[in-house]
């Protein structure tokens, strides 16, 4: 089983940068994609960032290219969300997911396991 445990939310301004952090454990990421999805108060979980098993294909939600970056590293396991000119409105619980398959899309559906999410707040 994969356990995701995503860490380096916090509170910044806007226009400030974070980076979260999703170690793998139980197993390691290798087997599947791993995506960033988030989730406001009152909203549904939607998906920021995507990135294939080796690390060659990523895909942004439109809300965020050129402001942040998906990577993986595979050597320690982690896959980490870069974030960077930080808007009020990406304020938000973001959650790590991981899939089974090589490649995945955007779909909450295509990802089978959920760490427990790390808050997001950037004040306006």
């Known amino acids: 089983q994969v356990q995701l445990v995503e860490s380096g939310g916090g509170l910044v301004q806007a226009g400030g940068s974070l980076r979260l952090s999703c170690p793998a454990s139980?197993?390691?990421?290798?087997?599947?994609?791993v995506a960033w999805f988030r989730q406001a108060p009152g909203m549904e979980r939607d998906f920021v960032a995507g990135i294939s098993r080796r690390g060659a294909i990523t895909n942004y939600a439109d809300s965020v290219k050129g402001r942040f970056t998906i990577s993986r590293d595979n050597a320690v396991d982690t896959v980490s969300l870069q974030m960077n000119s930080l808007k009020p409105e990406d304020t938000a619980v973001y959650y790590c997911?991981?899939?089974?398959?090589?490649?995945?899309?955007?779909?909450?559906?295509?990802?089978?396991?959920w760490g427990q999410g790390t808050q997001v707040t950037v004040s306006s």
């Open positions: 139980g197993r390691t990421f290798g087997s599947g994609a």
């Open positions: 997911a991981a899939a089974r398959t090589f490649v995945a899309g955007q779909g909450v559906y295509e990802y089978d396991y």
